[in-house]
């Protein structure tokens, strides 16, 4: 079932606030919060993530119906990528060395602005290269 665009792109706005905040605060905790999160979209699909919730409860009431939908799929490989990128940040803020903290929390902060900002999904299009890549290779 396809999914509202809407949804990812306002999760996208969320997560942007989060890790900028993880970049001025240097917050591990804040950081674990949104790697829970990365983990409940890429698992469940951007829905079951705590910012889809949100958005379907409380921001899609008062915004009105969808007018356009997507696959669910790319986002949430699009979880995947930004959980990939929060755990070395965990293990970059947690253990060290604190530069692969800041680096991949910085990776994960323009990949979630290009998508508030633009509607531009880097892990989407990861996504559709990896696919057209594989049915090639069949």
Known sequence: ???????PRFGAAVT?????????????WLLAWQTLAFALGAAGGVGRSPYGWLFRKVVRPRIGPPTEFEAPEPPRFAQAVGLAFAVVGLI????GPQWLGLAATGAALA??????????????EMYLLVRRVTVRAQ
């Open 111 to 124: 990949a979630a602005f290009l998508n508030s900002a633009f509607g531009y999904c880097l892990g989407c």
């Open 92 to 95: 970059g803020y947690g253990v």
């Open 16 to 28: 942007t606030l989060v890790l900028a905040v993880v970049l001025i605060t240097g917050s591990v």
């Open 1 to 7: 079932m396809d999914i509202d665009v809407r949804g």
